[in-house]
């Protein structure tokens, strides 16, 4: 899953020197699997996209790492991995969906039918700031 974390982050434009100080961030970690509910697209040997959905005690979902390969992207897959989040969402009562949206992402996820609300600091980039974006479920 890192792997097409990294190299769709990447082909958003962005330089060496940037995806190296997000690597710790979007590397997926043993813990990140145990702490979410993660779906993957893939074909029998080939992850094609990836979505994990948390919670918070406020019912309020988390959508992170929804990505999708650059070969991949334009297909469908993220629409389906977007669909499966929220399905799971609704089905487990939760109230609304919220994400921090790469800039260049931004624009896919108002088409899911987010809104921006605010703003969020980056994990990884000192001072750069995020499109917080909400889903009401």
């Known amino acids: 899953m890192t792997d097409v974390i990294f190299a769709a982050k990447a082909s958003n434009g962005y330089d060496a020197d940037f995806m190296e100080l997000c690597r710790e961030e979007l590397r997926v970690t043993p813990a990140d699997i145990d702490a979410g509910t993660h779906w993957v697209a ?8 990836t979505v994990c959905l948390t919670s918070d005690a406020h019912g309020t979902g988390i959508v992170q790492a929804l990505f999708v390969a650059p070969d991949s992207q334009g297909s469908g897959i993220g629409r ?39 703003k ?5 980039i000192p001072d750069r700031m995020l499109p917080l974006m909400e889903f009401v479920l």
């Open 42 to 49: 893939a074909t029998s040997d080939k992850i094609l996209g």
């Open 80 to 118: 389906a991995l977007w669909d499966r989040a929220v399905t799971a969402a609704r089905t487990t009562g939760l109230a609304r969906l919220h994400l921090d949206a790469d800039p260049q992402a931004a624009p896919f996820y108002a088409a899911m039918g987010c809104r921006t609300i605010g």
């Open 120 to 124: 969020s600091r980056s994990g990884s």
